[in-house]
Nanobody, 125 residues
Framework: EVQFVESGGGSVQAGGSLRLSCAAS????????IGWFRQAPGKEPEGISC????????YYPDSVKGRFTISSDNAKNTVYLQMNSLKVEDTAVYYC??????????????????WGKGTLVTVSS
């Protein structure tokens, strides 16, 4: 059984930093993509970073580029999301997700097959 478990969410003031972790179990594929998504109340899910196994490429939308960094520790089966210079608009539930069938863009939520339950990030002014 594939499981993704997120941790590291919490409350922080604008300008601060948080590091999210995603512990994966049962996700043993040679070719995969793992990404971080977020959903704020009343908004559509947004892909904010992802990493592919093919060449370790990482992807970010403009909304977080330069502020967020995705990384992975294969020995620990864990993917991280370092979030710096947080803004109030970054407030959302953050999800980790993965797929063994990476498509053209791993930032698209419908391309992911497995999802964690999410961790809440609240950024206050």
């Amino acid at each position: 059984e594939v499981q993704f478990v997120e941790s590291g969410g919490g409350s922080v003031q604008a300008g601060g930093s948080l590091r999210l972790s995603c512990a994966a179990s049962g996700f043993t594929f040679d070719d995969y993509a793992i990404g971080w998504f977020r959903q704020a109340p009343g908004k559509e899910p947004e892909g904010i970073s992802c990493i592919t196994s093919r060449d370790g490429s990482t992807y970010y939308p403009d909304s977080v580029k330069g502020r967020f960094t995705i990384s992975s520790d294969n020995a620990k089966n864990t993917v991280y999301l370092q979030m710096n210079s947080l803004k109030v608009e970054d407030t959302a539930v953050y999800y980790c997700a993965g797929t063994p069938r990476p498509g053209d863009s791993c930032l698209l939520s419908y391309g992911m097959d497995y999802w964690g339950k999410g961790t809440l990030v609240t950024v206050s002014s």
